[in-house]
């Protein structure tokens, strides 16, 4: 079964409004979540690292105040993806580090489907 | 900047038969390679990982590692019109945990 719970799995929203995608790791805590935006026919793009307890890491070009990310437990990572745009439609996946072995199978949650209209 | 570079295909095969998937990567410092299946409108699902060069072998995938040349690839043997996705290649990051993807290679199995 699934290891990573991911909601909602798709969403309409209307311009300016904001929408909040829950990843849950539901086996292992997570101290670390990596989120992921891919395009139509696009490769998976790295956002942001979450961490639990502290600020998440933005990649170069994600603006962090648009794209509010919170780790508050072990379990839970949420990104919030604020006064949206349609240019923001884009399918999200969460992805779970698993910390007890680097080398160990990744898992990503089964993503968002996100439409801005 | 790390890369990692695949052909985006479609790369079409007749059913029954090999499909070869390649991948080359930037970082020769990377040591952990992974290929996943993307079925379309879902999230990658992980179906090998390498870690060592030479090849490994599960069920009918094959990867094959060849971290002089930089070069990661997948076999699927037998091919069957459900191995029709997009196969992206992933490379370790360096950082932990984080992973960088090629753009993927759409392979299309024909019954």
């Known amino acids: 079964g699934a290891v990573v719970s991911q909601h909602p799995s798709w969403v309409i929203c209307k311009s300016g409004t904001s929408v909040k995608i829950e990843c849950r790791s539901l086996d292992f805590q997570a101290t670390t979540m990596f989120w992921y935006r891919q395009f139509p026919k696009q490769s998976l793009m790295l956002m942001a690292t979450s961490n639990e307890g502290s600020k998440a890491t933005y990649e170069q070009g994600v603006e962090k105040d648009k794209f509010l990310i919170n780790h508050a437990s072990l379990t839970l990572s949420t990104l919030t993806v604020t006064s949206a745009h349609p240019e923001d439609s884009s399918f999200y996946i969460c992805?779970?580090?698993?910390?007890?072995?680097?080398?160990?199978?990744?898992?990503f949650g089964n993503g968002t489907r996100l439409t801005v209209t | 900047q790390k890369e990692v570079e695949q052909n985006s295909g479609p790369l079409s095969v007749p059913e029954g038969a090999i499909a070869s998937l390649n991948c080359t990567y930037s970082d020769r410092g990377s040591q952990s390679f992974f290929w996943y299946r993307q079925y379309s409108g879902k999230s990658p699902e992980l179906i090998m990982s390498?870690?060592?060069?030479g090849d490994k072998e599960d069920g009918r995938f094959t990867a094959q590692l060849n971290k002089a040349s930089q070069y990661v690839s997948l076999l699927i043997r037998d091919s069957q019109p459900s191995d029709s996705a997009t196969y992206l290649c992933a490379v370790d990051g360096g950082s932990q945990g984080n992973l960088i993807f090629g753009k993927g290679t759409k392979l299309s199995v024909k019954p």
């Open positions: 390498i870690y060592s060069n």
């Open positions: 992805r779970r580090d698993n910390q007890s072995s680097y080398n160990s199978p990744l898992h």
